[in-house]
């Protein structure tokens, strides 16, 4: 930290020493004040001081000492402990002096110490590369931006931590903006876990929400599709055994139907089912998975579960299929090989002006996150894999700590694992991390220690703090002192991206590029009555329809959806029923004199294999209730999308509401 503001710096005479050297251990060193500094200030810690030798070496203030000599402690000596960080030399190319990491030649005992200047300071904290990007100020010298390296800073992953409240989201924002106006082609995808910055990415962003997610199951390996299907139940051993043995067959079963895919062409055309594992990334059908199951139950059962087990299981798989809420990963009416499709809406191929695949994570249920994060963090692995770095993605995890935790036991190990082989071997293939939490010590160690570049703002907690500390060098310790004081905004910044380690201030964003994270103001919204009775209604609505405006018909049971489609697929509207059943009443009766049959009147006919509890058969007797569905009067039409979207209304607990231009 600089702690020398531009009025203090400006009223030091320039290279005016202010002490000398009395110690060297390595890279450290105590500097002993001069008795009367003028008109100086005694520098704090994290302030920077210069040794001119054959370079200049910057080093910063890490300790502050006072001690007394004679027997009357008239004396007071005040000592500073220094730790070396790097030199200003000839830039060799420009041979404009620049400050680099590291120390060539080391001060020596009895050399002066100096404050640094305006000048010093540009020049420490100033970045002249192109890949250089502006994120704020430094906190006591306004006039001097803080710069990081963009290779810096993604290359080697990034860790943003502080409270909640304290700007870490809008460090966020800052951050990823800044990237982009830089590299417009960028490939980041977010994992929004409280749907928080769709407003500040609304111009940048591929915005995917429940509706425009997918995220076919057959893409879950086999412990995140366990996580889904069975949780953690107490016979969950025994039924994760069915589903290792049915899952490859399903596999297979699907892929003997599909000659021309090219993956399960063998030599004479046929796919042989040892190919297959049960991690296979190939599609399947859940209608195949559930007919095995069937043959089981039909079998009694096997040597490793009961028939009972088999029926439990079949309900489970049926229940999370038919769920809307997990209509991103079974809604999909067809099975088809997509993956192509996946992978350039997630990793936005092509950009096409949107280089951020925000996904909201908060629509989709709880019980989901983990899986989906396991499943995306694998999928950004994978790519950068096979693609051999040549598209450098970044993936930033928002709630890290949710999903690599400190205690393993609390986390869901396949998104730990995934999250962890990105951090420990990503770089290779051009993979960075962006690790988010407000609470560090929740994090699993591994990960935060392999993030190059901490930014961390205000950190109330002291066992987030100590962990914090324990990664950091002697100079940086000192430092982070003061995390429990920093302001909103404020952070202290340190690791490969950064010059050296300092505090910062960030940059302000324009109001409509903030995330949504902004605390309720309980004094503005209590003062006045601001939800009505009826609010409550719309509230529900998106209550039980998870946030969606509209259900569509994959949302709904496939008995209702079936029922639907019938309804849809014979109605004509009641004018042209009206019609050929006037048309065709007045030829037969001038020919037989005999009434039309229901189906030659336009009326739908009962389908044969319908359900009888909502296909009842129809009354013989003549004085039974007319069928409603036969000769409607003009203008009562029957719009049937608005009664299946009504019926699908219904389906999520909303009452539907008389439409007075229908006659339903």
């Given at each position: ?8 710096v ?8 202010i ?8 890279a ?10 003028g ?8 302030a ?6 054959e ?20 004396e ?7 730790e ?5 030399a ?5 041979s404009a ?6 120390v ?40 001097v ?10 290359g ?10 304290t ?27 409280h ?8 111009d940048l ?6 509706e ?18 069975i ?12 589903l290792?043995e ?26 042989r ?12 059908r859940?209608?195949d ?30 229940f ?9 990963m ?11 499709s ?8 092509p950009?096409?002006g949107?280089?951020?695949a ?14 989906v ?9 994978d790519f ?89 060098s ?23 991206g ?5 505090h ?5 964003l ?8 902004v ?15 009826e609010?409550?209604?719309k ?26 489609a019938d ?20 030829g037969?009766?001038?020919?037989t ?24 058969q ?13 000769r ?14 009504r ?18």
């Open positions: 930290m600089v702690d020398l503001s531009r009025e203090e400006s009223s030091t005479r320039p290279d005016m020493p002490g000398r050297i009395i110690s060297v251990t390595g450290h060193a105590v500097v002993e004040l001069m008795a009367d500094l008109p100086i200030r005694a520098p704090q810690i994290g920077l001081l210069k040794f001119p030798s370079t200049t070496v910057i080093g910063i203030v890490t300790a502050l000492h006072v001690s007394y000599a004679g027997a009357g402690r008239e007071e000596k005040r000592r500073v402990e220094i070396f960080v790097g030199e200003i000839a830039n060799p190319r420009t002096p620049s400050f680099h990491r590291g060539t030649l080391y001060p020596t005992l009895g050399d002066p110490a100096i404050p640094v200047s305006t000048d010093d300071i540009s020049r420490v904290y100033r970045k002249d590369s192109e890949t250089a990007i502006r994120i704020g100020t430094i906190s006591k010298a306004s006039t931006p803080a710069m990081v390296e963009i290779n810096e800073l993604l080697k992953h990034v860790a943003i931590l502080g409270s909640t409240g700007g870490k989201s809008c460090a966020v924002a800052l951050l990823l903006r800044r990237v982009i106006e830089k590299a417009p082609l960028a490939h980041i995808v977010l994992l929004d876990a749907n928080e910055y769709a407003a500040a990415f609304e962003a591929e915005i995917i929400t429940p425009t997610f997918r995220l076919p199951f057959w893409l879950l390996e086999f412990e995140e599709l366990c996580e889904i299907l949780g953690q139940d107490g016979d969950s051993p025994v039924e994760m055994e069915i290792r049915l899952i490859p067959l399903a596999r297979a079963r699907f892929g003997s139907n599909q000659r021309r895919d090219r993956l399960l062409i063998r030599n004479q055309g046929e796919t089912p040892s190919a297959v594992t049960v991690n296979t990334p190939l599609p399947y859940i209608s998975l559930l007919s095995l199951l069937d043959e089981g139950i039909a079998r009694g059962g096997d040597p490793r579960g009961s028939e009972i087990l088999y029926k439990r299981l079949k309900s489970r798989i049926e999370i299929s038919r769920d809307p809420r997990f209509a991103f079974f809604g999909s009416e067809t099975i088809q090989d997509n993956l192509a996946i992978l350039s809406q997630l990793f936005r191929i950009v096409a949107k280089p951020i925000l996904v909201e994570l908060g629509s989709l249920p709880s019980e989901a996150h983990q899986v994060v396991s499943v995306l963090a694998r999928l950004c692995f950068g894999l096979w693609g051999g770095g040549h598209t450098p993605l970044a993936l930033v995890c928002e709630e890290a700590h949710r999903f690599a935790p400190a205690d393993h036991r609390a986390g869901f190990a396949p998104a730990q694992r995934a999250l962890s082989r990105i951090a420990r071997e990503g770089r290779k293939y051009g993979l960075s991390l962006v690790v988010v939490s407000q609470r560090p010590s929740e994090l699993d160690p591994a990960l935060l220690s392999r993030c190059s570049t901490i930014f961390t703002l205000r950190l109330t907690n002291e066992r987030d703090q100590d962990i914090v500390r324990a990664g950091a002697d100079a940086t310790r000192g430092l982070l002192a003061f995390l429990p004081s920093l302001g909103t905004g404020e952070a202290a910044v340190f690791g490969e950064a010059s050296l380690p300092t910062i201030r960030f940059d302000r324009e109001d409509h590029h903030c995330p949504r994270s605390s309720a103001s309980f004094s503005v919204h209590w003062t006045a009555e601001r939800t009505r009775p609010d409550l209604d509230l529900i609505t998106r209550w039980r329809s998870q946030g969606r405006a509209e259900l569509s018909a994959q949302y709904l049971t496939p008995h209702l959806a079936r029922v639907l309804m849809e697929s014979v109605a004509l509207s009641s004018e042209e029923r009206a019609r050929k059943f006037d048309e065709r009443r007045t037969n009766r001038d020919q004199g005999a009434e039309p049959s229901a189906s030659e009147q336009g009326q739908p006919t009962r389908p044969e294999a319908a359900d009888p509890a909502v296909y009842p129809q009354s013989s007797r003549r004085d039974a209730s007319p069928d409603p569905l036969s409607p009067e003009p203008g009562g039409a029957i719009d049937w999308r608005r009664l299946k979207s019926i699908i209304a219904s389906a999520v607990g909303e009452d539907a509401k008389r439409d007075p231009d229908s006659n339903t």
